[in-house]
């Protein structure tokens, strides 16, 4: 069975090392992986499988001596590929290497953190004011209760003295003064 040899990465159209281990960048990241199979027995016959632990489910089949991932997320993962000989034996070893994709900064724990504690400062925010604005109408409107309340005393002083007034009336002639009937 063929040997395989990782030949290049891409990260973002940027060549970088094949390490084990290496931080790639932030995410999502385009990365492009090229691959061979030295052959001297029906180089075209060598056929190629990989898979990135961590992405792909299962092994997948490549078409060429190539593969590129689109938008990867952050995490950890593990690039392998396997090679199959003219025979139909895949290389046990295969070749690999693994990397990690930071989160972008908007998306780290600190950020999340500073999200929750703008949250929470905006929601005391609109508490806050919002206590403020019905405290105020509240004295405002007890302000207007005791206006109100005066004027209906100094209204219920006027009509009592008025009735007191109509009941001397009522009950006393005007000219004499005495009562007028009992």
């Known amino acids: 069975s063929p040997h395989v040899l ?12 094949v390490e084990d281990g290496q931080r790639l960048g932030v995410s999502p990241v385009n990365m492009t992986v090229a691959f061979t199979a030295p052959s001297f027995v029906a180089p075209q ?9 961590g992405f792909d489910p299962d092994w997948i089949d490549a078409d060429g001596r190539s593969i590129r991932y689109t938008n990867l ?3 950890a993962y593990r690039f392998a590929v ?12 295969g070749a690999g290497f693994s990397f990690v994709l930071r989160p972008p900064l908007s998306q780290t724990t600190l950020a999340y953190v ?3 504690v703008i949250g929470f400062l905006i929601a005391w925010g609109v508490l806050t ?18 206006e109100r309340t005066t004027q209906l005393r100094m209204e219920k002083t006027a009509l009592e003295a008025a ?20």
């Open 114 to 116: 500073l999200y929750l």
């Open 6 to 17: 990782i030949e290049r990465v891409a990260v973002n159209g940027r060549t970088v090392p």
């Open 45 to 53: 016959l060598v056929r190629f499988r990989y898979r990135l632990y």
């Open 129 to 146: 004011f919002r206590t403020r604005s019905l405290v105020r109408r509240q004295q405002e409107l007890a302000e207007v209760v005791a």
């Open 73 to 75: 997320p952050a995490g």
């Open 163 to 182: 009735r007191r007034e109509l009941h001397i009336q009522a009950t006393h002639d005007s000219l004499t003064g005495l009562f007028n009937r009992a």
């Open 82 to 93: 396997q090679a199959r000989s003219a025979q139909g034996l895949w290389s046990p070893a």
